[in-house]
């Protein structure tokens, strides 16, 4: 009896740590809640330029949207957020084929549902469309191409500073934490959340392939600043547009448009000289043979039966090792991940943090369309729609951001879901603690084979009393520091696996 008594409080421990950290690991919730249709901000676009007598060609101003999830009947208040970025070669539906270009595209949606049910708020954000795919010459192409990625950026920071504007003044409608920010870019998108996370001014773009015999091809007296706080004003004469039309207008000036983490889903980054020490990490999901996103540096061109060069660009090939080498993965590195996706990345990407690598031919295995014309515009081959191999491709990324999403923003006490979840015994790593039972401190040992990562003490209610981090050794003395006498439990980490040691204080 006594020693089913200890099996089920064994039992009953590793379900009380589970439960501790399970709403940012599985779908804990049950239905969503969308409020859509929310204006975040009112920006310029060239995507229609006004003809006369309307305008004589200036930018239209464009409400820019989001569509907010949040998991329906959630108390917490402080709630980590990811802003989703479409896919759709910064062209609407009409023009680039129609099967993707909306925060409406049924892959956006089902992260955002994903996401939410986990305990997420998820923005799906519009940002400004338009470029020159077919232009006669390749400058042109390049020139409307950064331009439009420019443009992205400044209208994801706006859009982070929207959420923020709400929390410090609006009564944080959403529940939201704004120091726990993620910007998630799927295709199209992860060229601007890549963009957004390494790009800090303006003068980044300042490099041979973004330049012209006139000067820069991205202005900040004509477009704004790269967080899209300034004007932008025809007041230097460019050629392209009216004098005084006005290509960006400030939303939200006085908020902070920084974010935590970034989610690259098969996009690239314009210039590995835009990485630097210190910024955040990266996630990416690429596959090594996409012909149309590069993975590592080549030219991208313009998708099918086009097939024009545009830009040298570098995707997650090129880049993921570049964030690892600068240090700016550390935080997820820290995190020891052993779990069975993290060791096979790195098996398949020599070794990377960050990155995992699909392998095949698809470059979007994970994207899917609501329908086979879900915008009405397709035209043969009509669009991919939803198959058993999509969920698994979004399971794999959704189990491999979130432990690294736990690491770099911090959500709770995460550290149990990092590592190898299969369970050693005692025996097996030589594990001891003495003395045992004890009425001071005690050590846990293991033999030379066997080193502990991390460790943790509960009580016989399963409640957290004590955590060590980094512990990296085979011998480890634990303070007592004021326990009562009891049952504890020190629920100790390996690569390999988790050990529970039974510990008696008298």
Aim: hydrophobic letters at 40%; a negative charge; glycine letters at 10%.
């Amino acid at each position: 009896m006594k020693q089913l008594k200890v099996l089920l409080l064994l039992t009953l421990f590793s379900a009380s740590i589970s439960a501790q950290t399970d709403r940012y690991f599985d779908q804990v919730f049950s239905s969503v809640d969308v409020t859509a249709d929310v204006t975040y901000g009112v920006n310029a676009t060239v995507l229609l330029l006004a003809p006369p007598p309307n305008g004589a060609g200036q930018a239209i101003p464009q409400a820019l949207k989001v569509d907010i999830y949040e998991p329906s009947g959630d108390v917490k208040t402080d709630r980590p957020l990811v802003i989703i970025l479409h896919t759709g070669n910064f062209l609407p539906p009409q023009v680039n084929g129609g099967c993707s270009g909306t925060r409406k595209d049924a892959t956006d949606v089902s992260y955002a549902r994903r996401l939410a049910r986990m305990g997420y708020v998820v923005g799906v954000a519009d940002y400004r469309l338009g470029w020159n795919p077919v232009a006669g010459t390749q400058t042109e192409r390049i020139y409307t191409l950064i331009n439009a990625a420019y443009r992205g950026v400044q209208d994801v920071n706006t859009c982070i500073r929207f959420f923020r504007k709400d929390v410090a003044i609006g009564g944080n409608n959403y529940g939201i934490d704004p120091t726990k920010i993620t910007v998630w870019g799927i295709g199209t998108g992860g060229y601007i959340a890549a963009a957004a996370a390494t790009l800090d001014t303006i003068t980044d773009t300042y490099i041979p392939k973004f330049l012209t015999p006139q000067g820069p091809m991205v202005l900040e007296a004509l477009s704004g600043n790269v967080a899209g706080t300034t004007y932008g004003v025809n007041n230097i004469g460019h050629p392209a547009y009216p004098a005084g039309d006005t290509l960006n207008y400030p939303n939200h000036v006085g908020y902070s448009s920084a974010f935590n983490l970034a989610v690259n889903l098969g996009g690239a980054l314009g210039d590995t000289s835009w990485i630097e020490a210190g910024e955040m990490p990266i996630i990416s999901f690429h596959n090594p043979t996409d012909p149309f996103a590069p993975c590592g540096t080549a030219i991208v061109l313009v998708p099918p039966p086009i097939n024009l060069p545009v830009v040298e660009v570098t995707g997650s090939c090129g880049f993921q090792p570049i964030l690892n080498a600068k240090g700016n993965q550390n935080a997820i590195i820290a995190a020891n991940l052993t779990d069975p996706l993290s060791v096979k990345a790195k098996a398949l990407n020599g070794g990377i943090e960050g990155f995992y690598p699909f392998l095949g031919t698809d470059s979007s295995p994970w994207g899917f369309a609501a329908s086979s014309n879900p915008y009405g515009l397709a035209t043969d081959p009509l669009c991919e729609t939803h198959a058993a191999t999509h969920d698994a491709y979004q399971d794999t990324i959704i189990a491999y951001f979130a432990p690294r999403a736990c690491a770099v923003l911090g959500l709770g006490n995460c550290s149990t879901k990092f590592v190898n979840t299969k369970d050693l015994s005692t025996t097996q790593v030589g594990m001891s603690a003495v003395p045992n039972p004890t009425d001071g401190d005690f050590t846990l040992k293991t033999n030379e084979h066997f080193t502990m990562q991390s460790i943790e003490i509960v009580d016989i209610a399963g409640r957290r009393c004590a955590s060590f981090q980094n512990v990296n050794a085979n011998q480890f003395t634990v303070t007592r520091n004021g326990l009562a006498p009891g049952v504890y439990f020190a629920r100790v980490r390996f690569n390999e696996g988790t050990v529970i040691q039974k510990v008696i204080l008298q």
